[in-house]
Structures are given as structure tokens and as C-alpha cells.
Nanobody
Framework: QVQLVESGGGLVQAGGSLRLSCAGS????????MAWFRQAPGKEREFVAA????????YYADSVEGRFTISRNNAKSTVYLQMNSLKPEDTAIYYC???????????????????WGQGTQVTVSS
């Protein structure tokens, strides 16, 4: 069974940091682009960051550029999202996603991702 499992969410004060992890199992994702999305209450799920299969290319939403960093460790089948200088507007459920195309490019559209995790809650207090 293919699974993506996120962890690392929690409650943090504004200005603080969190690191999210996403562990894949059931198949290898080392040749696939992966991404993080988030969804706040009453809002659409939105793109946060994406990374290509070997970590050589990364992309960020304007709202997180310079504060968040996406990375991956293919030996551990894990993707990370380091979040610094957190703001209350970063509060959301964060989802990990994997594109099913081998060596495919990273995308900003959620429709391009075939596998999703269950999400982890991030709450930033003011």
C-alpha cells in the first residue's frame, strides 16, 4: 500500500520555527517530484513548495519564499519542509504530495499530484 505520512506539525508562536517531514512507503518516490500544500479553514488547498526528484530544483509560493525551505533525502524516502519566521496566516493543515511521473517536473497545481498524505496541523499563535 502506497502511503505518505506527514509529521512535525504543532502549535508555535509567531516568529517561531517548525520542520515538517513526509515519509513515503509502499513504493519508491526517489525519482518523483514532491510538494507541500496547505489548506486553511474555509479556503482552497494551496501550493506551498515543490522539489524535483534529486533536489536540484525547488519552487515556492510567494507567501513563503525566503521563510520556508523544501528538501529531500531519497535514501530515507523523506521530504522535509523547514518553516521559519512563522506567521499566524501560516496556520493550516499541511499536506505532502507526490507526482506519479518518473523524473517528472515539479508542479504548482494540485491536480498534477497522484499521492497525498493525511495532513498535519500547523497552528501559529500571535
Amino acid at each position: 500500500q502506497v502511503q505518505l505520512v506527514e509529521s512535525g506539525g504543532g502549535l508555535v508562536q509567531a516568529g517561531g520555527s517548525l520542520r515538517l517531514s513526509c515519509a513515503g512507503s509502499g513504493r519508491t518516490f526517489s525519482t518523483n517530484a514532491m510538494a507541500w500544500f496547505r489548506q486553511a479553514p474555509g479556503k482552497e488547498r494551496e501550493f506551498v513548495a515543490a522539489i524535483n526528484w534529486n533536489g536540484g530544483s525547488t519552487y515556492y509560493a510567494d507567501s513563503v519564499e525566503g521563510r520556508f525551505t523544501i528538501s529531500r533525502n531519497n535514501a530515507k524516502s523523506t521530504v522535509y519542509l523547514q518553516m521559519n519566521s512563522l506567521k499566524p496566516e501560516d496556520t493550516a493543515i499541511y499536506y505532502c504530495a507526490a507526482n506519479g511521473e518518473i523524473l517528472g517536473p515539479p508542479h504548482q497545481l494540485k491536480g498534477n499530484y497522484d499521492y497525498w498524505g493525511q495532513g498535519t496541523q500547523v497552528t501559529v499563535s500571535s
